[in-house]
T-cell receptor, first 111, second 111 residues
Framework: QQQVKQSPQSLIVQKGGISIINCAYE??????FPWYQQFPGKGPALLIA?????SEKKEGRFTISFNKSAKQFSLHIMDSQPGDSATYFC??????????FGPGTRLSVLP | ETGVTQSPTHLIKTRGQQVTLRCSSQ?????VSWYQQALGQGPQFIFQ???????GRGNFPPRFSGLQFPNYSSELNVNALELDDSALYLC??????????FGPGTRLTVL
């Protein structure tokens, strides 16, 4: 019930390509869905977040697509750059409490 | 920089010992959460404090305890350390809109 599933585990994309990472959840009480980027030796940093009252949110090259009926959400990184190479985590929470994180996707963008 | 600091950066302890990790949150952020991140995994929610009171706890035993102080600092205490406690420990301060700002973490090694 509290688990957030994330796929793929790892992803290799050419520079300029689109990176897509998918997540699925079970708990319909979740009301906040953030994506975090983490570089080695650093803490996670918020990239973009969405709430279930909208189906899509775009910030620069990053877009979240949200499908409430399927209980799925995804991160799209347009024009992927080598500097985007990092581990990405989706997460979910209810009223800002008990954040549940996915297991992560290691993205490598080839130059 | 997120404005969230943690100390120490690295720590080595032996099984059975006790450890205290410290976090300094952003000024004005009344909510702080602590996470355990094992190597290659997503952060696992330990607990959350709001205005010096615990208001959420993950699936961690009572030997994990915490404190939050009025000056936006907080502590994570772990008693009777076990080998499996070896991990990166992250704290995150949170805004009223659920945005979390993570510190760089403390790498704990239990021998």
């Amino acid at each position: 019930q509290q688990q957030v599933k994330q796929s793929p585990q790892s992803l290799i994309v050419q520079k300029g390509g689109i990176s897509i990472i998918n997540c699925a959840y079970e708990n319909t009480a979740f009301d906040y869905f953030p994506w975090y980027q983490q570089f080695p030796g650093k803490g996670p940093a918020l990239l973009i977040a969405i709430r279930p009252d909208v189906s899509e949110k775009k910030e620069g090259r990053f877009t979240i697509s949200f499908n409430k009926s399927a209980k799925q959400f995804s991160l799209h990184i347009m024009d992927s750059q080598p500097g985007d190479s990092a581990t990405y985590f989706c997460a979910a929470s209810h009223h800002g409490q008990n954040f549940v994180f996915g297991p992560g996707t290691r993205l490598s963008v080839l130059p | 920089e997120t404005g969230v600091t943690q100390s120490p950066t690295h720590l080595i302890k032996t099984r059975g010992q006790q450890v205290t990790l410290r976090c300094s949150s952003q000024s004005g952020h009344n909510t702080v959460s602590w996470y355990q991140q094992a190597l290659g995994q997503g952060p696992q929610f330990i607990f959350q404090y709001y205005r010096e009171e615990e208001n959420g706890r993950g699936n961690f035993p009572p030997r994990f305890s915490g404190l939050q102080f009025p000056n936006y600092s907080s502590e994570l205490n772990v008693n009777a350390l076990e080998l499996d406690d070896s991990a990166l420990y992250l704290c995150a301060s949170m805004t009223s809109t659920d945005t979390q700002y993570f510190g760089p973490g403390t790498r704990l090694t239990v021998l």
